[in-house]
Structures are given as C-alpha cells and as structure tokens.
C-alpha cells in the first residue's frame, strides 16, 4: 500500500509525491544493493523514485519497479541527463528510458547546468550546448509523448534567470541541496514566484567522515525538537521540508529508517522557524556536500560565480 503522504502539484498540472526515494549510492552503480533497497521501499510505501544516468543504476531501479506489481501509474519515476549529453538529449533520453524499461519517464531533469564534450572535459557557460540549447532540446522531448515532465537541477537564481526568457516550457522542478545547514530561501522564494517547485536532495546532509552524523543532526534544536515529537531528527528534518513545501528524496538503505522516514510529523509554527534560523548559526550556512573539496572555488569545472552560488571554498556560503 502506498504511504500516505502529500502530494503536490506541478506547473503543468501534474502531481508528485512530496517523499521519494534517493537511489544515489555514493558513487555510480550500486547494483543488487539498489535492487534490494528499491525493492524494499515499494514494499513498504514509497511510490517516487528519483534516479539518473550518471548515478549508473537506471536498470536496477527499472527492474524493482517492473518486477513489484505495483501499477506503473502509481509510481513517479525521475532521472537525468548527464552534463556529458548535453549535446545529444534525444539519444541520452532514450538510453536512460531503455535501461529502465518502465514505459516512460514521469520527470527529466537536465542534471547540471555545465556541459562536457566527449571527453569529459567541461564547457565554459557560453559555449555550445549552453543551457538554452540544451533546454530546447528537453522541451522537444515533451512531444515523445515518454516523458510527462521536465525540470532542471542544481540551478540557481543566476542560471534560471539566463533560461526562462528562452523556455516555451517553465521547468517544474529544480532539485538542489537543500536541508536546514542550506534551505536556499532566496532561491525557494524566487522559484516559488515563477512558479518552479524545488526538491531537496540530500535532505538529511551528508557526513563528511564515515560514521559520523550531519552537523544539523547533532544540533539541540533538532535534538529538542525529535525527542518532544517522539520521531528521530531525520523524521523532524524531513517533515520540515516537505511541510515548507519541497520534495524530499532521502536515501536509506535500512527498512525500519525507510518507514520512519515515511512518517511524517506535524511541526508547530515555532518549530518550523527555530529550524529554519538554524543555519544563522556561526559555521552552520554551509553546502554538506564533498565535491566542494575536490577543486576548491570550482565544481564540474564551472567556478561558484559561473554556476551563481555565492560560496567560499569548502561549501561556505558567504
């Protein structure tokens, strides 16, 4: 049976489950553990799966789906283009829809706004595609009739504003980090009047070491927060972005964390602002992700003014 949760509705008029499923691994593929997890989360409720080509596992993914019995009009499946693609958006749909095997594909996301040659190597902002060929050519997808709706992802106020005068379709979604340490609320705002839902992913941060907890987890609100509420500081953080109005797609390959995920809780309007003035903090406004440290002022080869984030090395924002 399906999880009793929200669901929202797009621009287009079409609706999303507000909770999916994250299947990024950490890195590409993932294999019997994608199919298991996958597996897993339709047994216990969840109807939203959000995938993508560079995460190598469309066809695990696929396969869970197919294989469970679950109508395929009951599920959203969602995946994306890879920045290495840009210059060919037919060819990598239909790669992505043919790992996948589901009939057709409910979201599609240009996953990046930086584009690659075949090489690998990263394109500067005005050389071709740029984001406006690239779009034009998702726009044409529509016409398939194999997908139902396109959006972008980690796109900021500086990119969109480069695209929508250019879209004949507004994208629907924009999926960015997003979770209290970064709730990117000039972003939400702005997304928000054109009329873009957001979602969040990695919506419970990321540790940068193994074993340990995302900065906001061990944070006495949070911690106050759970322990009033009887649910675990991931069922507070999660509640807290869909309750803001964002889809959330945590990723957990344990069972008993999948329902509880699931389990959404109402948080009071006091709740909402203590968790939203969390990253006022001192060291607290900042990206959790660790691609920040791999070129430092960089990502994908696009530098943080390039791509519109206003960021310091290491993910601070300024």
């Not at 950490?26 to 298991?36: F, I, Q, S």
């Amino acid at each position: 049976m399906a999880a009793d949760i929200p669901v929202f509705t797009l621009n287009d008029g079409t609706k999303i489950p507000s909770l999916g499923l994250g299947c990024w691994m950490g890195v590409p593929g993932g294999g019997e553990k994608v199919l298991e997890m996958c597996q897993n989360a339709l047994k216990v409720g969840y109807r939203h799966f959000d995938t993508a080509f560079g995460y190598g596992n469309e066809e695990q993914v696929g396969q869970a789906i197919r294989e469970s019995g679950v109508p395929r009009s009951e599920i959203y499946l969602t995946t994306k283009l890879p920045n290495h693609h840009h210059h060919k958006v037919q060819e990598s749909f239909e790669t992505s829809l043919k790992a996948l095997d589901c009939e057709y594909i409910d979201l599609y996301l240009m996953h990046w706004p930086q584009a690659n040659d075949d090489a690998g190597n990263p394109l500067a902002p005005e050389q071709s595609p740029t984001i406006i060929e690239t779009w034009k050519a998702m726009e044409a997808l529509l016409k398939t009739g194999k997908v139902k709706t396109i959006g972008v992802s980690n796109f900021s106020i500086k990119t969109l504003t480069q695209l929508l005068p250019h879209c004949k379709v507004v994208p629907a979604m924009n999926q960015v980090e997003l979770h209290p340490c970064l709730p990117s609320d000039d972003l939400k705002a702005f997304c928000d009047e054109k009329g873009i839902r957001l979602t969040a992913y990695s919506p419970l941060g990321r540790p940068m070491a193994p074993g340990a907890k995302p900065i906001f987890f061990t944070d006495p609100t949070i911690a106050s927060i759970s322990e009033k509420l009887g649910v675990s500081p991931a069922q507070v953080v999660i509640s807290w972005g869909v309750q803001r109005g964002t889809v959330v797609v945590p990723k957990s390959e344990n069972v008993e964390r999948m329902k509880a995920n699931l389990a959404l809780v109402k948080l009071s309007s006091e709740d909402m602002k203590a968790i939203n003035d969390l990253h006022k903090q001192a060291g607290m406004h900042r990206s959790l992700l660790a691609y920040h440290n791999l070129d430092p002022g960089k990502v994908f080869g696009w530098t943080y003014e390039q791509i519109g984030w206003s960021m310091q090395p290491g993910g601070i924002v300024a």
